[in-house]
């Protein structure tokens, strides 16, 4: 059974920094994308970054762009979403996904391609 633990969310000031981990258990990352969504309040779930195992190629929405990172560490089976200068309007629940895909396609970044998600941390960033 695969399962995606996401953790690292708290409440943090405007400017501040989190680092949110994903770690999977009944897979391993070899040949997944690994992607973090967010749904604010009374919005719908929007991609954020998500990586691809493959190559190591990455995708990030223009909104943080230049603030956030994602990273993968294989040998702990975890992704890790690395938020600098965090905003109000960052503030979300942030959830981890992870589908397979081939050494030849481009990252996903579509919510639909994702097969198995974990459940949300939150993420509360204060004016």
């Known amino acids: 059974e695969v399962q995606l633990q996401a953790s690292g969310g708290g409440l943090v000031q405007a400017g501040g920094s989190l680092r949110l981990s994903c770690t999977a258990s009944?897979?391993?990352?070899?040949?997944?994308?690994i992607g973090w969504f967010r749904q604010a309040p009374g919005k719908e779930r929007e991609v954020v970054s998500c990586?691809?195992?493959?190559?190591?190629?990455?995708y990030s929405a223009d909104s943080v762009n230049g603030r956030f990172t994602i990273s993968l560490d294989f040998a702990k089976d975890t992704v890790y979403l690395q938020m600098n200068s965090l905003k109000p309007e960052d503030t979300a629940v942030y959830y981890c996904?992870?589908?397979?895909?081939?050494?030849?396609?481009?990252?996903?970044?579509?919510?639909?391609?994702?097969?198995?998600w974990g459940q949300g941390t939150q993420v509360t960033v204060s004016s």
């Open positions: 990586i691809a195992s493959t190559d190591g190629s990455t």
């Open positions: 009944g897979i391993t990352f070899d040949d997944y994308a």
């Open positions: 996904a992870a589908t397979i895909i081939s050494s030849s396609w481009s990252v996903p970044s579509q919510q639909y391609q994702y097969d198995y």
